[in-house]
């Protein structure tokens, strides 16, 4: 099992930055990916940012250009930097990791504020 646990989010003004981390435990053998998940209320979530083996990194559309998604080489953390924060980025951001397996684990999440 891996668990993974989340942190650094937080109330900030629009034209902030933030830096997100997430930190994984247990057993992680084969991590292909990592990446975050945002949902704000009433909306689907989506695609924040993923990183994958061999460097492939995807943003969503919303975010790119202002989001840079880093990992540690081991896979036991990963980050997410925020800058030119919107009110339209106030979400709950969530850590997921993808095993070789396919399977999948999910972190609590971390809130997102962003006042305009």
């Known amino acids: 099992q891996v668990q993974l646990v989340e942190s650094g989010g937080a109330l900030v003004q629009a034209g902030g930055s933030l830096r997100l981390s997430c930190k994984a435990s247990g057993r992680i053998v084969g991590a292909i990916a990592m990446g975050w998940y945002r949902q704000a209320p009433g909306k689907e979530r989506e695609l924040a940012a993923l990183i994958r083996t061999g460097g492939t990194i995807l943003y969503g559309d919303s975010v790119e250009g202002r989001f840079t998604i880093s990992r540690e080489h081991d896979w036991r953390s990963v980050y997410l930097q925020m800058t030119d924060l919107k009110p339209e980025d106030t979400a709950v951001y969530s850590c997921?990791?993808?095993?070789?397996?396919?399977?999948?684990?999910w972190g609590q999440g971390t809130q997102v504020t962003v006042s305009s």
């Open positions: 997921k990791m993808v095993l070789h397996t396919g399977a999948q684990f």
